[in-house]
Protein backbone atom coordinates (compact mmCIF):
# COMPACT_ATOMS: atom_id res chain seq x y z
CA UNK A 1 0.00 0.00 0.00
CA UNK A 2 0.96 3.55 -0.64
CA UNK A 3 -0.46 7.64 -0.19
CA UNK A 4 -0.99 9.50 -2.33
CA UNK A 5 -2.69 13.17 -0.92
CA UNK A 6 -3.14 10.86 2.33
CA UNK A 7 -5.27 8.46 0.56
CA UNK A 8 -3.78 4.69 0.65
CA UNK A 9 -3.01 3.28 -2.75
CA UNK A 10 -3.12 -0.28 -3.76
CA UNK A 11 -0.14 -0.93 -6.23
CA UNK A 12 -1.63 -4.46 -7.40
CA UNK A 13 -4.68 -2.71 -8.36
CA UNK A 14 -2.11 0.01 -10.34
CA UNK A 15 -0.70 -3.33 -12.32
CA UNK A 16 -1.32 -4.58 -15.75
CA UNK A 17 0.73 -7.05 -17.23
CA UNK A 18 4.13 -6.58 -16.38
CA UNK A 19 3.50 -2.50 -16.46
CA UNK A 20 2.64 -0.11 -13.15
CA UNK A 21 1.45 3.22 -13.64
CA UNK A 22 1.83 5.67 -10.94
CA UNK A 23 1.18 8.70 -13.05
CA UNK A 24 -0.98 11.44 -11.76
CA UNK A 25 -1.09 10.32 -8.40
CA UNK A 26 0.46 12.92 -6.90
CA UNK A 27 3.67 11.07 -5.20
CA UNK A 28 6.16 13.20 -3.25
CA UNK A 29 8.11 10.02 -2.32
CA UNK A 30 8.72 6.51 -4.11
CA UNK A 31 7.27 3.42 -2.38
CA UNK A 32 10.60 1.52 -3.03
CA UNK A 33 9.10 -1.49 -0.51
CA UNK A 34 6.41 -1.72 -1.88
CA UNK A 35 8.10 -1.55 -5.65
CA UNK A 36 10.58 -3.86 -4.59
CA UNK A 37 7.94 -6.68 -4.00
CA UNK A 38 6.26 -6.46 -7.88
CA UNK A 39 8.99 -7.83 -9.45
CA UNK A 40 7.28 -8.47 -12.68
CA UNK A 41 6.33 -5.12 -13.08
CA UNK A 42 9.00 -4.19 -15.65
CA UNK A 43 7.55 -1.08 -16.90
CA UNK A 44 7.01 2.09 -14.54
CA UNK A 45 5.35 5.12 -14.78
CA UNK A 46 6.26 7.72 -12.39
CA UNK A 47 5.54 10.45 -14.33
CA UNK A 48 3.31 13.92 -13.60
CA UNK A 49 3.92 13.55 -9.69
CA UNK A 50 5.92 15.35 -7.33
CA UNK A 51 8.90 13.99 -7.21
CA UNK A 52 11.83 16.22 -6.07
CA UNK A 53 14.72 13.03 -5.36
CA UNK A 54 14.77 9.18 -5.85
CA UNK A 55 16.17 7.54 -2.98
CA UNK A 56 19.07 5.39 -3.11
CA UNK A 57 17.16 2.29 -2.78
CA UNK A 58 15.13 3.28 -5.74
CA UNK A 59 18.23 1.76 -7.49
CA UNK A 60 17.62 -1.40 -6.18
CA UNK A 61 14.68 -2.22 -8.38
CA UNK A 62 16.90 -4.14 -11.27
CA UNK A 63 13.92 -5.67 -12.66
CA UNK A 64 13.09 -2.54 -14.41
CA UNK A 65 13.62 -2.17 -17.91
CA UNK A 66 11.32 1.11 -18.56
CA UNK A 67 10.84 3.84 -16.05
CA UNK A 68 9.01 7.04 -16.69
CA UNK A 69 10.16 9.94 -14.46
CA UNK A 70 8.90 12.63 -17.05
CA UNK A 71 6.90 16.27 -15.73
CA UNK A 72 8.14 15.89 -12.38
CA UNK A 73 10.66 18.12 -9.90
CA UNK A 74 13.60 16.14 -10.03
CA UNK A 75 16.83 18.08 -9.78
CA UNK A 76 19.05 15.34 -9.36
CA UNK A 77 19.47 11.65 -9.46
CA UNK A 78 21.15 9.25 -7.45
CA UNK A 79 24.54 8.15 -7.88
CA UNK A 80 24.02 4.42 -7.75
CA UNK A 81 21.46 4.72 -11.13
CA UNK A 82 24.28 2.47 -13.20
CA UNK A 83 22.53 -0.21 -10.68
CA UNK A 84 19.57 -0.57 -12.68
CA UNK A 85 21.42 -2.97 -15.36
CA UNK A 86 18.22 -3.90 -16.90
CA UNK A 87 16.70 -0.54 -18.31
CA UNK A 88 16.28 -0.01 -21.88
CA UNK A 89 13.91 2.92 -21.62
CA UNK A 90 14.53 6.43 -19.60
CA UNK A 91 12.28 9.10 -20.04
CA UNK A 92 13.31 12.79 -18.08
CA UNK A 93 11.52 14.97 -19.81
CA UNK A 94 10.45 18.20 -18.05
CA UNK A 95 12.86 17.76 -14.86
CA UNK A 96 15.16 20.25 -13.33
CA UNK A 97 18.26 18.17 -13.52
CA UNK A 98 21.69 20.08 -14.88
CA UNK A 99 23.31 17.15 -14.70
CA UNK A 100 23.90 13.18 -14.66
CA UNK A 101 25.59 10.93 -12.39
CA UNK A 102 28.46 9.19 -13.69
CA UNK A 103 27.35 5.81 -13.10
CA UNK A 104 25.04 6.28 -16.41
CA UNK A 105 27.65 4.65 -18.19
CA UNK A 106 27.12 1.79 -16.64
CA UNK A 107 23.73 1.45 -18.30
CA UNK A 108 25.08 -0.91 -21.22
CA UNK A 109 21.07 -1.98 -22.07
CA UNK A 110 20.12 1.86 -22.45
CA UNK A 111 18.24 2.31 -25.97
CA UNK A 112 16.23 5.08 -25.69
CA UNK A 113 16.80 8.45 -23.54
CA UNK A 114 14.80 11.85 -23.29
CA UNK A 115 16.18 15.00 -21.80
CA UNK A 116 14.91 17.67 -23.45
CA UNK A 117 13.59 20.29 -21.41
CA UNK A 118 16.08 20.23 -18.48
CA UNK A 119 18.40 22.63 -17.28
CA UNK A 120 21.53 20.97 -18.07
CA UNK A 121 24.96 21.80 -18.51
CA UNK A 122 25.41 23.13 -21.55
CA UNK A 123 28.12 20.67 -22.50
CA UNK A 124 25.71 17.98 -21.82
CA UNK A 125 22.97 19.31 -23.81
CA UNK A 126 24.87 19.29 -26.55
CA UNK A 127 25.69 16.10 -26.27
CA UNK A 128 22.00 15.12 -25.61
CA UNK A 129 20.68 16.66 -28.72
CA UNK A 130 16.93 17.83 -29.29
CA UNK A 131 15.46 14.40 -28.45
CA UNK A 132 12.27 15.60 -30.70
CA UNK A 133 11.38 12.39 -32.14
CA UNK A 134 12.44 8.61 -31.63
CA UNK A 135 15.25 8.73 -33.37
CA UNK A 136 16.35 11.39 -31.50
CA UNK A 137 15.92 10.07 -28.35
CA UNK A 138 17.96 6.57 -29.36
CA UNK A 139 20.60 8.88 -30.34
CA UNK A 140 20.54 10.76 -26.87
CA UNK A 141 20.96 7.35 -24.80
CA UNK A 142 23.97 6.21 -27.22
CA UNK A 143 25.87 9.84 -27.21
CA UNK A 144 25.05 10.17 -23.18
CA UNK A 145 26.44 6.79 -22.77
CA UNK A 146 29.28 7.05 -24.66
CA UNK A 147 29.67 10.91 -23.14
CA UNK A 148 29.36 9.33 -19.39
CA UNK A 149 31.62 7.07 -20.07
CA UNK A 150 34.38 9.39 -21.23
CA UNK A 151 33.62 11.02 -18.13
CA UNK A 152 33.89 8.07 -16.29
CA UNK A 153 36.95 7.03 -17.88
CA UNK A 154 38.68 10.33 -17.49
CA UNK A 155 37.60 10.26 -13.78
CA UNK A 156 39.28 6.51 -13.08
CA UNK A 157 41.96 7.82 -14.62
CA UNK A 158 41.96 11.36 -12.48
CA UNK A 159 41.63 8.73 -9.45
CA UNK A 160 43.79 6.55 -10.43
CA UNK A 161 46.22 9.23 -10.74
CA UNK A 162 45.73 10.62 -7.40
CA UNK A 163 45.68 7.14 -5.97
CA UNK A 164 49.25 7.32 -7.48
CA UNK A 165 50.21 10.86 -6.36
CA UNK A 166 49.01 9.17 -3.15
CA UNK A 167 51.33 6.19 -3.20
CA UNK A 168 53.87 8.62 -4.06
CA UNK A 169 53.47 11.14 -1.66
CA UNK A 170 53.36 7.97 1.54
CA UNK A 171 56.03 6.17 -0.29
CA UNK A 172 58.05 9.78 0.16
CA UNK A 173 56.82 10.42 3.52
CA UNK A 174 58.37 6.79 4.23
CA UNK A 175 61.29 7.65 2.56
CA UNK A 176 61.57 10.50 4.42
CA UNK A 177 60.35 8.83 8.33
CA UNK A 178 63.59 6.28 6.87
CA UNK A 179 66.02 9.03 7.01
CA UNK A 180 64.65 10.43 9.96
CA UNK A 181 65.10 7.59 11.38
CA UNK A 182 67.94 6.85 10.36
CA UNK A 183 69.15 10.17 11.23
CA UNK A 184 68.29 9.74 14.85
CA UNK A 185 69.74 6.30 14.77
CA UNK A 186 73.53 8.30 13.60
CA UNK A 187 72.30 11.05 16.56
CA UNK A 188 71.98 8.78 19.14
CA UNK A 189 75.10 6.83 17.48
CA UNK A 190 77.50 9.97 18.06
CA UNK A 191 75.92 10.62 21.34
CA UNK A 192 76.95 7.37 22.75
CA UNK A 193 80.10 7.53 21.10
CA UNK A 194 81.16 11.04 22.27
CA UNK A 195 79.76 10.07 25.99
CA UNK A 196 81.85 6.55 25.12
CA UNK A 197 84.64 8.99 24.85
CA UNK A 198 84.07 11.08 27.13
CA UNK A 199 84.34 8.51 30.01
CA UNK A 200 87.34 6.91 28.08
CA UNK A 201 88.63 10.52 28.72
CA UNK A 202 87.82 10.64 32.33
CA UNK A 203 88.85 7.25 32.44
CA UNK A 204 92.47 8.37 31.01
CA UNK A 205 92.34 11.86 33.32
CA UNK A 206 91.98 9.80 36.58
CA UNK A 207 94.55 7.28 35.74
CA UNK A 208 96.69 10.12 35.44
CA UNK A 209 96.28 11.56 38.42
CA UNK A 210 96.26 8.60 40.37
CA UNK A 211 99.47 7.61 38.95
CA UNK A 212 100.96 11.29 40.03
CA UNK A 213 99.64 10.74 43.38
CA UNK A 214 101.25 7.61 43.33
CA UNK A 215 104.25 9.16 42.41
CA UNK A 216 104.25 11.79 44.59
CA UNK A 217 103.47 9.67 47.55
CA UNK A 218 106.56 7.53 46.68
CA UNK A 219 108.80 10.45 46.59
CA UNK A 220 107.71 12.06 49.43
CA UNK A 221 108.66 9.10 50.86
CA UNK A 222 111.59 8.41 49.43
CA UNK A 223 112.63 12.23 50.64
CA UNK A 224 111.64 11.16 54.20
CA UNK A 225 113.56 7.92 54.41
CA UNK A 226 116.65 9.88 52.94
CA UNK A 227 116.11 12.06 55.73
CA UNK A 228 115.61 9.28 58.31
CA UNK A 229 118.92 7.98 57.02
CA UNK A 230 120.60 10.99 57.13
CA UNK A 231 119.52 12.05 60.54
CA UNK A 232 120.34 8.07 61.82
CA UNK A 233 123.92 8.16 60.13
CA UNK A 234 124.85 11.18 61.80
CA UNK A 235 125.27 10.11 65.61
CA UNK A 236 126.78 6.79 64.26
CA UNK A 237 129.12 8.69 62.25
CA UNK A 238 130.21 10.31 65.15
CA UNK A 239 130.60 7.24 67.61
CA UNK A 240 132.22 6.02 65.25
CA UNK A 241 134.81 9.02 65.47
CA UNK A 242 134.71 8.80 68.83
CA UNK A 243 135.83 5.18 68.78
CA UNK A 244 138.74 5.84 66.72
CA UNK A 245 140.17 8.45 68.59
CA UNK A 246 139.58 6.52 71.86
CA UNK A 247 141.38 3.60 69.91
CA UNK A 248 144.18 5.63 68.91
CA UNK A 249 144.94 7.21 72.46
CA UNK A 250 144.54 3.61 73.70
CA UNK A 251 147.23 2.48 70.75
CA UNK A 252 149.86 5.59 71.94
CA UNK A 253 149.21 4.79 75.70
CA UNK A 254 150.15 1.57 74.87
CA UNK A 255 152.65 2.60 72.80
CA UNK A 256 154.06 5.50 76.12
CA UNK A 257 153.39 2.80 78.60
CA UNK A 258 155.85 0.37 76.54
CA UNK A 259 158.35 2.50 75.56
CA UNK A 260 158.51 3.56 79.57
CA UNK A 261 158.92 -0.02 80.08
CA UNK A 262 161.68 -0.59 77.53
CA UNK A 263 163.47 2.49 78.60
CA UNK A 264 163.05 2.12 82.88
CA UNK A 265 164.11 -2.16 82.76
CA UNK A 266 166.60 -2.83 80.03
CA UNK A 267 170.30 -1.35 79.00
CA UNK A 268 168.59 1.05 76.95
CA UNK A 269 167.56 3.93 79.70
CA UNK A 270 171.28 4.78 79.40
CA UNK A 271 170.06 6.40 75.52
CA UNK A 272 169.68 10.27 75.60
CA UNK A 273 166.06 9.03 74.35
CA UNK A 274 165.44 7.14 77.01
CA UNK A 275 166.94 9.64 79.50
CA UNK A 276 164.09 12.06 78.28
CA UNK A 277 161.64 9.73 78.23
CA UNK A 278 162.50 8.64 81.85
CA UNK A 279 162.41 12.27 83.07
CA UNK A 280 159.26 13.01 81.75
CA UNK A 281 158.13 9.63 83.03
CA UNK A 282 159.29 10.76 87.04
CA UNK A 283 158.16 14.11 86.45
CA UNK A 284 154.80 12.78 85.60
CA UNK A 285 154.82 10.50 88.47
CA UNK A 286 155.89 13.18 90.96
CA UNK A 287 153.18 15.36 89.45
CA UNK A 288 150.63 12.58 90.00
CA UNK A 289 151.99 11.50 93.63
CA UNK A 290 151.39 15.28 94.43
CA UNK A 291 148.13 15.37 92.93
CA UNK A 292 146.95 12.32 95.60
CA UNK A 293 148.41 14.01 98.38
CA UNK A 294 146.66 17.24 97.62
CA UNK A 295 143.24 14.91 96.60
CA UNK A 296 143.90 13.62 100.11
CA UNK A 297 144.77 17.28 102.17
CA UNK A 298 141.32 18.22 100.63
CA UNK A 299 139.92 14.78 101.92
CA UNK A 300 140.82 15.48 105.29
CA UNK A 301 140.33 19.39 105.01
CA UNK A 302 136.46 18.50 104.41
CA UNK A 303 135.01 17.05 107.47
CA UNK A 304 136.74 19.11 109.29
CA UNK A 305 134.44 22.19 107.55
CA UNK A 306 131.52 20.65 107.86
CA UNK A 307 132.15 20.48 111.76
CA UNK A 308 133.04 24.40 112.00
CA UNK A 309 129.84 25.09 110.22
CA UNK A 310 127.22 25.86 113.19
Known amino acids: MSKTNGKAVNLKDKLDGNELDLSLCNLTE ?14 LDLSCNNLTVLPSEFCGLTHLMKLDLSKNQLVQLPPELGRLVSLQHLDLYNNKLCSLPVSLAQLKNLKWLDLKDNPLEPSLAKVAGDCLDEKQCKECAARVLQHMRTIQSDQDREKQRRLLAEREREKKRELEQR ?12 EKAEEKERKRREYESQKAARIHQQESEEKTEREEQRHASATSSAPKAKVSVIGALL ?13 VAVCQWTELRREP ?3 SLNTLYEEAVSMLQEQEVVSRLLQKLSPQQQQQQP
Open 30 to 43: VPVKELATLTKATV
Open 179 to 190: LLEAREREARKR
Open 247 to 259: KLLLFLLVGVVGA
Open 273 to 275: VCR
